[in-house]
Every structure is written in C-alpha cells, then in structure tokens.
C-alpha cells in the first residue's frame, strides 16, 4: 500500500511539474518584446490620456491596498 501511495504521489509531482514547465512557457511567449522606452508616452495627445493615467492610477493603489491587507 505505502508503494502505491508513493507513486501516485510521484505521478502527480510529475504532472504538477510538467504544469508548471507549461505555464512558464506561456508566461514568457506573453511578455512583451523590446524596450517600454519605445512606447513610453505614445498616447499622450490622445483625448482619452488622462483618463488613462487615471485609471491605471486607481489599479496600483488598490493593488498596494490588497498587498498590505494580506501582510
């Protein structure tokens, strides 16, 4: 019994593992490419910029808010 135990246990760090390698994968193929420099500031005449930064300024400060809730 203790044999079989362990080896689901082996077949599923095996799996866990071969998730994780896929992930991975995955994670790196939806980085972008290049240096932010060259988009930095691209949308900056646009009408709806502010709103932008508004926005993403929004997103951060909730993040950091759930961050220090969680220590």
Excluded: H, S
């Amino acid at each position: 019994m203790v044999t079989t135990a362990v080896g689901n246990l082996e077949m599923r760090v095996e799996r866990l593992e071969e998730q994780v390698r896929e992930l991975q994968c995955q994670l790196k193929a939806a980085r972008p490419r290049g240096d932010w420099r060259d988009t930095y500031g691209m949308f900056a005449d646009d009408d709806d910029f502010e709103e932008v930064i508004r926005l993403g300024r929004e997103y951060r400060e909730r993040e950091n808010r759930r961050e220090l809730e969680l220590e």
